[in-house]
């Protein structure tokens, strides 16, 4: 019978020695998980640069896109110069009428667009003419360049026959900037990126 309650107190004893033991394991994995540093990588952002944030994606269609050039290329018009610019589901194009000896000449630009990797839009002219007098694209874009008020972040680059328009560059007042994400006329899908400068 002594035999017996000694058998059984070491039972308990060894049972308790084995739920201490799991106790302190299980406290000293809690302890370790609470002071190690998280390993998980801060998510990357698509940011242009260390200054500025990605606010999102615009989209338009050829409508609104029009609206808009025709607004923003209001301040741009001259008594020997009026033009729009407006996009077709096959091309984009400069439409003017340019005076020349008391004569009103029309003037066509025919662009097709490209998006470049900087996010700016490269206008690659097509066609160029005067009524239905086809002209030579490279002349007619160095005149244009030497001759006319554009915005500053319209680049004409006669050697390319192209003009280069560097959405990014646009300044306004809350730093609020676009790059051309896709331009695809026939689907009537434009799509920008919009950032904010810090």
Same mark, same amino acid.
């Given at each position: ?9 070491? +039972? ?5 020695? +084995? +739920? ?7 406290? @000293? ?9 998280s390993d998980r990588q801060m998510p990357q952002t698509n940011q242009t640069s260390q200054q500025d ?31 729009? &610019?407006?996009?077709?589901?096959? @091309? ?12 009103d000449l029309p003037l066509y630009l025919y662009f097709q667009p490209y998006r470049l990797a900087s ?8 066609? &160029? ?53 896709? &331009? ?15």
């Amino acid at each position: 019978m002594k035999q017996e309650k000694i058998g059984k107190s070491k +039972l308990w004893k060894w049972a308790f020695f +084995l +739920l201490l033991a799991l106790n302190l394991a299980f406290v @000293a994995f809690i302890a370790s998980r609470l002071l190690e540093k998280s390993d998980r990588q801060m998510p990357q952002t698509n940011q242009t640069s260390q200054q500025d944030v990605t606010l999102g994606l615009f989209q338009t269609n050829r409508q609104q896109l029009n609206q808009a050039l025709a607004s923003y290329l209001e301040d741009y018009q001259s008594k020997q110069l009026s033009y729009q &610019v407006y996009a077709t589901a096959n @091309a984009i194009v400069f439409e003017g009428t340019y005076q020349l000896l008391g004569y009103d000449l029309p003037l066509y630009l025919y662009f097709q667009p490209y998006r470049l990797a900087s996010g700016a839009l490269e206008l690659k002219v097509t066609s &160029v003419s005067v009524g239905t007098l086809a002209l030579p694209i490279k002349e007619v874009l160095k005149y244009i360049q030497s001759s006319y008020k554009l915005p500053q972040v319209v680049t004409i680059l006669p050697k390319e026959e192209a003009i280069r328009i560097m959405l990014q560059d646009l300044k306004n007042e809350a730093g609020i900037y676009v790059k051309a994400s896709k &331009v695809d006329l026939l689907e009537d899908e434009i799509i920008f990126e919009v950032f904010k400068k810090k």
